[in-house]
C-alpha cells in the first residue's frame, strides 16, 4: 500500500520579534506577502459554554464547528464557509468548506440554528521554507506573535525524530522549548479572556 502523508508541526510564541525576522533572513528564508485571515467560529451553546468554563461537556468530542473565514492578501478579499467535526477520534476529520460572499448573512443563518460564537480572531501570517520545512510566521490580534513550523512525512516517520528536527530549528532561530505552544488560537484567546475575568 501507499504510504500515509501526515502533517508534523510545532508552534511556539514568539517573544522577541525582530531578532527572529532578523534570524530568519540571514538563514535565507524568504517570508511571502501577508495574508489576514478573520475567524469567526461558532459552535453548539453547551459545547461553548463547557470550554469556556472549563466544564466540557459530554459531545464535545464529536460536536459540529462552524468557522467564517476573511482572507485578505493584497487588494483580494475572499470568504469561506467551513463545517468541521471530529468523528470518534480526533485525528480523524470531517471538514466541508464553501466560499461564501455574504459572510454576514451566513452568520445570520448559523446564529438561527441556534450556533453561538466561541471565538472571533484576526491573525496575519506570512509563510516561508526552510529546505522542506514549511514556516508561518502569525501575528495574532490580542495575542502577539508565534511562528510554526510544519514537515511533510510519511506514517513510518517516528513522530519524535521529527518534532526534535523541528525544535533543532527552532532553537538555531534562538527560540526555546519553553515556549511551545500545544493549544489553538481560539482556546489561548478563551483563557485569556478567563483569565482577565478572574
Same mark, same amino acid.
Given at each position: /500500500?501507499?504510504?500515509?502523508?501526515?502533517? +508534523?508541526?510545532?508552534?511556539?510564541?514568539?517573544?522577541? #520579534?525582530?531578532?527572529?525576522?532578523?534570524?530568519?533572513?540571514?538563514?535565507?528564508?524568504? =517570508? /511571502?506577502?501577508? +495574508? @489576514?485571515?478573520?475567524?469567526?467560529?461558532?459552535?453548539?451553546? $453547551?459545547?461553548?459554554?463547557?470550554?469556556?468554563?472549563?466544564?466540557?461537556?459530554?459531545?464535545?468530542? *464529536?460536536?459540529?464547528?462552524?468557522?467564517?473565514? @476573511?482572507?485578505?492578501?493584497?487588494?483580494?478579499? &475572499?470568504?469561506?464557509? *467551513?463545517?468541521?467535526?471530529?468523528?470518534?477520534?480526533?485525528?480523524?476529520?470531517?471538514?466541508?468548506?464553501?466560499e461564501a460572499n455574504d459572510?454576514?448573512?451566513? %452568520?445570520?443563518?448559523?446564529? $438561527?440554528? /441556534?450556533?453561538?460564537?466561541?471565538?472571533?480572531?484576526?491573525?496575519?501570517?506570512? #509563510?516561508g521554507k526552510i529546505g522542506?520545512?514549511?514556516?508561518?510566521?502569525?501575528?495574532?490580534?490580542?495575542?502577539?506573535?508565534? +511562528? $510554526?513550523?510544519?514537515?511533510? @512525512? @510519511?506514517?513510518e516517520t517516528s513522530y519524535? %525524530?521529527?518534532?526534535?528536527?523541528?525544535?533543532? *530549528?527552532?532553537?538555531?532561530?534562538?527560540?526555546?522549548?519553553?515556549?511551545?505552544?500545544?493549544?489553538?488560537?481560539?482556546? =489561548? &484567546? *478563551?483563557?485569556?479572556?478567563?483569565?482577565? &475575568?478572574?
Open positions: /500500500g501507499r504510504a500515509i502523508v501526515r502533517e +508534523i508541526e510545532i508552534k511556539a510564541r514568539v517573544r522577541q #520579534k525582530e531578532a527572529v525576522l532578523r534570524a530568519l533572513g540571514e538563514k535565507g528564508v524568504v =517570508l /511571502g506577502e501577508p +495574508i @489576514t485571515q478573520h475567524d469567526r467560529v461558532y459552535g453548539v451553546p $453547551e459545547v461553548v459554554c463547557g470550554r469556556q468554563t472549563k466544564q466540557p461537556v459530554s459531545g464535545d468530542a *464529536t460536536s459540529p464547528w462552524l468557522r467564517i473565514r @476573511t482572507e485578505i492578501a493584497g487588494d483580494k478579499k &475572499m470568504h469561506y464557509f *467551513t463545517l468541521k467535526r471530529s468523528r470518534a477520534a480526533h485525528l480523524d476529520k470531517i471538514e466541508h468548506e464553501v459572510p454576514d448573512g451566513v %452568520v445570520n443563518i448559523i446564529k $438561527e440554528l /441556534g450556533f453561538i460564537e466561541y471565538s472571533d480572531i484576526t491573525k496575519t501570517r506570512r #509563510k522542506d520545512i514549511e514556516v508561518c510566521f502569525d501575528d495574532v490580534k490580542d495575542l502577539g506573535d508565534f +511562528i $510554526e513550523l510544519e514537515k511533510l @512525512t @510519511t506514517d519524535e %525524530v521529527v518534532a526534535s528536527e523541528l525544535w533543532e *530549528t527552532l532553537q538555531n532561530l534562538g527560540i526555546h522549548r519553553t515556549d511551545e505552544v500545544t493549544k489553538g488560537y481560539d482556546v =489561548l &484567546m *478563551t483563557e485569556q479572556l478567563l483569565d482577565r &475575568m478572574a
